[in-house]
């Protein structure tokens, strides 16, 4: 590929900080700190041999983990840090969505701001005059105008920040994170822009932890670790390895769960485990469709104690919950282990199982353990959401 194709190059990237250790307070100290063995600071690497290229017009993802370096990376693409080694070439404008209403004053209006922040991106007053009514349209702050900042609620200044950012004619736009600002109709009309951005050729990259926003926009992404690149190619595979990635490092949360009991003689959970239906090995990874068994112990069950179960998303969505009342199931006197078994027709990310006890109605929780379990569904289909509806097209 020639360089004229290319809108961003990066190569060996390198990139650490001086993590002080202690602070001179007074001449005493600093003096001290001159006969000192020790250097006062430790070196943290962040990054280690970064290089990749963005084609023009291409949509572009990057994503890790949090302390990945990935924004470490997206502020050396901006050039507010300069690399310890290596180079980043930036062929055409850049603008920098990193920090939404940079500038801002509290105490001017809202009014004054956007006249304020629109300077801040280089244009003159005749250019902001022009765009004024469309900048307030697409915020939807059209009554605020005229009051203070500091009155904005946060969504707000969000909102108007994103508004006047997103007029900045740039050939490259580097993204962090800006497609979670607002409520879902403002987010929606985001997503709008950056599909009429895409198709004007302007070359986006956006620095994110939302799968779903890779999948829906990006051409190609590459996925960051511990400061090294582990993969680049479709958003399918980045996504699928991201999961994996995030799965196994949430491991500790499943063996340490947040566990609340009520009454300490009353009946209790004691822990659970998870496994494909015919097969007692424990099994954390499933397809959608899979049908799963969940085995729950309970200690001191009888008539008149009820099992629930939820299962979330690791982003805190409620997928399902139901219980032993609502089912028509009554447990026995003595009862020590309970098989609860469901068809996954979840798509793919990670979740987690929480379950409890509860009394007769399930009016009261008796004992609760946030995720006693945890699981994964693979990544085999390119359909977005939470849930494999069963659908055809006629």
Not at 119 to 148: C, P, S, T, W
Not at 338 to 343: C, L, M, S, Y
Not at 375 to 385: N, S
């Amino acid at each position: 590929m020639s360089d004229k194709e290319l809108a961003v190059t990066v190569r060996d990237l390198y990139k650490s900080f001086k993590l002080p250790h202690e602070q001179s307070g007074g001449v005493k100290q600093a003096a001290m700190g001159i006969f000192s063995r020790s250097k006062g600071y430790e070196t943290q690497k962040v990054l280690s041999d970064v290089s990749f290229d963005i084609k023009k017009g291409e949509f572009f993802g990057i994503v890790g983990r949090n302390g990945s370096g990935k924004s470490t990376l997206l502020k050396l693409l901006a050039g507010i840090y300069a690399p310890d080694k290596g180079f980043v070439q930036v062929n055409g404008s850049l603008t920098p969505f990193i920090e939404l209403g940079v500038g801002f004053n509290p105490e001017l209006t809202g009014r004054e701001n956007l006249y304020l922040n629109g300077a801040l991106l280089g244009f003159d007053r005749g250019q902001m005059d022009e765009m004024y009514d469309e900048i307030v349209g697409f915020a939807e702050l059209e009554k605020f105008m005229d009051q203070k900042l500091k009155n904005y609620s946060s969504g707000m200044q969000v909102r108007l920040a994103f508004s006047i950012a997103i007029r900045a004619k740039s050939d490259i736009l580097l993204i962090d994170e800006v497609l979670a600002v607002g409520d879902a109709a403002f987010q929606q009309k985001c997503y709008e822009t950056f599909f009429e951005l895409k198709r004007q050729g302007v070359t986006i990259i956006l620095v994110t932890h939302d799968m779903g926003a890779v999948l829906k926009f990006c051409d190609r992404a590459l996925l960051i670790s511990k400061g090294r690149i582990t993969s680049t190619g479709t958003p399918f595979d980045i996504s699928e390895e991201y999961l994996e990635q995030n799965y196994n490092a949430d491991k500790d949360t499943v063996d340490n769960p947040i566990k609340s009991q009520v009454n300490e003689n009353a009946p209790h959970l004691e822990g659970a485990k998870m496994h494909r239906d015919g097969d007692i090995k424990v099994a954390e990874a499933y397809e959608p469709g899979d049908t799963a068994v969940i085995e729950i112990d309970i200690k001191g069950g009888d008539e008149s104690v009820g099992l629930g179960i939820q299962l979330f998303n690791s982003d805190g969505v409620y997928c399902f919950g139901t219980n032993t009342y609502v089912d028509g199931y009554k447990l026995k006197k003595g009862i020590k282990r309970v098989a609860f078994k469901v068809k996954l027709d979840l798509l793919p990310g990670n979740y987690t199982v929480n379950a409890a006890t509860m009394d007769k109605g399930a009016t009261s929780v008796i004992s609760y353990h946030s995720k006693i379990c945890k699981f994964r569904i693979k990544k085999t289909t390119e359909v977005e959401g939470v849930a494999s509806l069963e659908h055809a097209w006629e």
